[in-house]
């Protein structure tokens, strides 16, 4: 069976652009998660979604971040505008049951973020 | 704040070491992850610890969360090259995964 999916595996852009991460999580996963990983913070929960609805973003930095999950199959995170602190990998993951109590999240490889 | 204090942050050992890692918190965990991270890769779940003073091994590894669910141990006996990447404890709080920093353990030939 296929892993969470994550495009683009790598992103360069300049200050200033619109940026687009998505997500294809586990087939039958209920919850979705994003975190965004750097050296100096670690691993960061910046969102997740329980039945494609969010259910906690406070993790989010600020509103230039939005995530949306249009249907269970699917997720986007866009930086709009992005700045050159966002550079990061990001990361999504996805959980087998109905709550986000689940104790098993399965992650994607992670989308190399630069913005220069 | 971090609310998980992973220890010692960086590991460098020969093959056939043995070492312990810990994972320290003044909060309480309903439960407790560690996952092992290798370069270019997500994390990879090795192991969920649920009540106190629980003990599970994993081959060569060995897990114990705290009795009081506050902190947690990963010890490796006879450590391998294989065993080289980043192990990152989370604990779940609210229905969230709180991530430590993470170990860096590099194991030599």
Redesign the interface.
């Known amino acids: 069976d296929a892993g969470v999916i994550q495009s683009p595996r790598h992103e360069v852009t300049e200050m200033g652009q619109e940026v687009t991460l998505r997500c294809k999580p586990i087939s039958g996963h209920n919850s979705l998660f994003w975190y965004r990983q750097t050296m100096m913070r670690g691993l960061e929960l910046l969102i997740y979604f329980n039945n494609n609805v969010p259910i906690d973003d406070s993790g989010m930095p600020e509103d230039r971040f939005s995530a949306k999950m249009p249907n269970a199959s699917f997720s986007t995170l866009k930086i709009q505008p992005s700045e050159p602190r966002d550079s990061a990998v990001y990361f999504c993951a996805s959980s087998p049951r109905d709550r986000a109590t689940s104790y098993e999240q399965y992650f994607g490889p992670g989308t190399r973020l630069t913005v220069t | 704040t971090?609310l998980l204090e992973q220890s010692p942050q960086f590991l460098s050992i020969q093959e056939g070491e043995n070492l312990t890692v810990y994972c320290n918190s003044s909060s309480v965990f309903?439960?407790l992850?560690w996952y092992r991270q290798e370069p270019?890769?997500?994390?990879?779940?090795l192991v969920?610890v649920?009540t106190g003073g629980e003990v599970k091994k994993l081959k060569r590894l060995t897990f114990q969360f705290g009795d009081a669910r506050k902190d947690s141990s990963l010890h490796i006996t006879a450590a391998q090259p294989g065993d080289t990447g980043l192990y990152?404890c989370a604990g779940?709080q609210g229905?969230?995964?709180?991530?430590?920093?993470?170990t860096e353990l590099s194991v030599k030939p």
Do not use: A, D, H, R
């Not at chain 2, 229905?95 to 993470?102: A, D, M, S, T, V």
């Open positions: 971090q309903s439960s992850q270019g890769e997500g994390p990879v779940l969920t649920v990152l779940n229905g969230k995964l709180i991530f430590g920093q993470g």
